[in-house]
């Protein structure tokens, strides 16, 4: 089945973003790679920022059913949390396209201000965490003298900080030499550091 012009347009920004960089990437480049109008990006998407938002929606609804997942096993919530980090590390490494997007895109101020990265898939995976930090929070498991929401904060830019730095090492030669093993044990330790050791 040939796929929609919604879909095509979805590509070919997915394609166009990673390759030349959100900036660099006109609407008509967009129309032309997907072989239709830029009216049809309009229609579907409403501007160029509207189709990033779309791409990372999308990208958050595939992760969605993972971080159900994650939420409902019958397990600890420091357990959840690591869960949840290995499906985002996993998702991340498995489609470039997207972890370029994500961490080189996703975070930059538009002309006019607005944070594209707040899509409600992003603020439903920080509701989550949030969820599970206070959970540790009453079980004794959190240093009682950091906030949650600021440890939170701390992951989650450990966590893109890591990651992008390897993405920058791959394409610009940024000092950042580790593989996903390592990746993975910087990430644990830094985890690790906010928390408490069980009685």
Known sequence: MEPSSHERILQAGRDLFSEDGYENTTTSAI????G????????????KEGLLEGI?????QRMAQGVRHVQEAPMPPLE??????ELMIVALESDKQLRTLMLLEGRRIRKH?????????????LKVIDGLLQELQGAGRLRPDLHPQA???ALVGAFEGLLRDQLLAE??????SYDG???RAAFKAVLECFLVEPE
């Not at 239709?36 to 501007?47: A, M, P």
């Not at 201000?113 to 995976?125: I, K, L, N, P, R």
């Not at 394409?171 to 950042?176: L, M, Q, T, Y």
């Open 80 to 85: 959840k949390l690591r869960a949840l980090t």
């Open 36 to 47: 239709t109008s830029e009216s049809q990006l309009i229609k579907h998407f409403g501007s």
């Open 151 to 153: 440890v939170r904060s």
């Open 171 to 176: 394409r610009a030669s940024f000092p950042a």
């Open 181 to 183: 093993a390592e990746l």
């Open 113 to 125: 201000g607005h944070m594209v990265m707040m899509t409600s898939g992003f603020q439903q995976v």
């Open 31 to 34: 129309a032309r790679r997907a």
């Open 56 to 60: 990372f929606d999308r990208a958050w």
